[in-house]
C-alpha cells in the first residue's frame, strides 16, 4: 500500500511540474504573439501599403535555428512543425495570408500549403493551375501553391508552361511524402467497377491496380479530392486520395499506401509577387527559364558559365517553346541565391548567352 501510494505521490509530482510548464508556454506564447503585434505596427508606420508581412527567408531561418538547437529528446522535425503552427498563428494576428491551391478540399495540394504556411492562413480551393496563377497575378491571393514534380511520374508540365507568360516568382518550395489510399462508400473491394484519381496518381499506382482491380475503369479527374467527391455518390466506384479526402467526403479506406513506389514525393512551389530574399549559409536556390541558340554545342555553351563560376546545377527539363517546331525553352534549378556574388556572376554571362533569359525566383531550401 505504501508503495502504491509513493507511486501515485511521484505521479502527481511530474503532473503538477507539467501544469506548470504548461502554463508558462502559455505565458511566452502569448508574449510572442504581443511581439508579433509589434512588428506588424512598426511595418505600416514604415512602409504603409506596401508593407511585407511574410518573409520566407525570415522563416526559415528560425526554423534552422530551432532544429540546430533542438537537445531532444522531441525530433527536431517535430520542433520545427510546433514552431511552424506558433509562427503561423502569430503572423495571422499580424495579417492573414490568403493562399490559392489546386482543390477542392482534401487535395494534396493543401496538404503542402499548410505544411509551408501552418493552419492559420486562408487557403482558396482553386479548379486549375491556370487560375491559381491568374488569382495571385491580380493579388486576390497572396501566394500560391502549385505542384512541380513527383520523384515517380516526372514533371507536371502544365505548371511549367505557365511560367513562360507569368510574371510570378518563385519564393518556396515543399516537398511531401505521397501516400495513396482506395476508397469507396462500400466495403467490398469486388464490387469496385470505376476507380477515380488524377492521372497521375493512377500512374503511381498502376501495379496495384493491375493486380487487385484488373477490371475496373480507370478514369482521370482533376484532383483526388475531386475522385473522391465523384466516388461518395457512386455506389460501384472508388477513388485513389489522400487519407484527408476519405474524412471530408466521407469515405471507407479499403486499401491504404498502394503507391507502387514507397518513397513516392511530389515536389510544390510556392509562387508570389516577389521571390525571397537571401536566407544564409548558402542554402537557398535559384530557378531559370533559359533558351539557347540551335547549333550544335548549344545546350553546352549556355551552361558552361555555371561550370566557370562552379555553381552546381540541380535540375533541368525541356519543354516545347511554342515558337516553333522542334524549338525548345529549359527550366533549372541551381544553387546560391541571385544575390550571391558568385551566382550573380554566371548569370549575367547566361543572359548574354541565352536568346531567353528569365529568373523565376530565388528562395530558401525547403526545411519541413
Known sequence: MGQDSAKGDALEDVRNRIDAIDSELLGLISERARCAQQVAHIKTAADGSQVQFYRPEREVAVLRRIKAANPGPLDGEEVARLFREIMSACLALERPLNVAYLGPAGTFTQAA???HFGHSVKTLALATIGEIFREVEAGSCDFGVVPVENSTEGVVSHTLDMFMTSPLMITGEVSLRIHHHLMSVTDDLCAIRTVYSHQQSLAQC???????????????????????RTAATEEDAAAVAGLQAAEIYGLKVLAERIEDEPGNTTRFLVIGQQDARP?????????LLLSCRNQAGGLHNLLTPLAAHGISMTRIESRPSRRGIWDYVFFIDIMGHRDDPKVALALENLRQSSLLFKVLGSYPLAVL
Do not use: C, F, Y
Open 113 to 115: 500549403a499548410i505544411k
Open 279 to 287: 536566407s544564409g549559409q548558402s542554402q537557398d536556390k535559384t530557378s
Open 206 to 228: 498502376r501495379g496495384w491496380l493491375d493486380r487487385h482491380l484488373p477490371n475496373a475503369e480507370r478514369v482521370a479527374v482533376g484532383s483526388n479530392a475531386e475522385a473522391a
